[in-house]
C-alpha cells in the first residue's frame, strides 16, 4: 500500500497465514486487524474496500493489518465457510497485537461476518476500542450481536443500492441492537465511485 508495508508470514491453526502491515508517520495508537471480503468470489487483502479502510485507520495513527484468510494467496488452508476464518483472525491478533495494546477490527462484506464473531470470542478479556463494519453480509451469514457495550465502538457502514446485500438485511440485524447504520446514499456493494467517502466516515469514527 506504500513504502512502509510490511510482508509478514503468520501462523495459523491451518498453516501459515500471509499477511501485510501497514505503520503510521509517527507513534502508533493501536493495532487495527482487517478483514476481506469473501474468498471464493475473489475475496483478498488486497481488495479496494479493504485497503480504504486501511488507509483510514493509518491516518488516525493506527497500525493496520491485513490478512488473506485459509487458502486465499499464500495462506494455508481450505474455504471453512467462516469457523476456521474466525480462529485465522484470533490468530492474527494474538501475534500482532501485544495483550494490552489498543485493538480495533473491522471487516468487510464477509470480513464483518467473520469479525462480528471474533469481537464476541474476545470481548471477555479484550474488548476491541473501535469496530467497523462495511457492506456486513447479513443476507447470506449468520452475523453475530454485538455486545451491548461494543455499540458505541462500533461504525457500521452499507450502499443503499447495495445488491450483494440488501441494506433491508443489514436493517434487520441491527435493529433489534437499536444498532446504528450509516447508509451511503446510491451506494454500492463495492462502493465504486465512492471510496474517498467511505474512507472520510471511518476517518470520522476514528477521531470521534
Do not use: Y
Not at 488486497?46 to 486501511?54: E, F, L, R, S, Y
Amino acid at each position: 500500500m506504500n513504502a512502509q508495508t510490511l510482508r509478514l508470514t503468520l501462523t495459523g491453526a491451518a498453516g501459515a497465514i500471509e499477511a501485510v502491515r501497514d505503520d503510521p508517520a509517527g507513534a502508533s495508537r493501536g493495532v487495527a486487524v482487517i478483514a476481506h471480503p469473501h474468498p471464493l468470489f475473489a475475496g483478498t487483502m488486497d481488495n479496494k474496500v479493504v485497503q480504504t479502510i486501511a488507509r483510514a485507520f493509518v491516518q488516525c495513527g493506527f497500525s493496520a493489518v491485513r490478512f488473506n484468510f485459509r487458502g486465499v494467496g499464500a495462506s494455508a488452508g481450505v474455504h471453512d465457510e467462516g469457523r476456521g476464518e474466525c480462529d485465522d483472525l484470533l490468530a492474527v491478533v494474538r501475534q500482532v497485537a501485544a495483550h494490552g495494546e489498543p485493538l480495533a477490527l473491522a471487516g468487510f462484506s464477509f470480513g464483518a461476518f467473520v469479525t462480528s464473531h471474533a469481537v464476541q470470542a474476545l470481548w471477555p478479556e479484550r474488548p476491541p476500542v473501535r469496530l467497523v463494519l462495511v457492506g456486513t453480509a447479513a443476507a447470506r451469514f449468520d452475523v453475530a450481536p454485538l455486545p451491548d457495550a461494543a455499540r458505541d465502538r462500533a461504525l457500521v457502514v452499507h450502499g443503499e443500492h447495495d445488491d450483494t446485500v440488501p441494506l433491508s438485511a443489514v436493517m434487520d440485524w441491527a435493529r433489534p441492537q437499536s444498532l446504528p447504520v450509516t447508509v451511503i446514499p446510491g451506494g454500492g456493494h463495492f462502493f465504486h465511485g465512492q471510496l474517498p467517502l467511505l474512507k472520510s466516515l471511518v476517518v470520522r469514527h476514528l477521531v470521534a
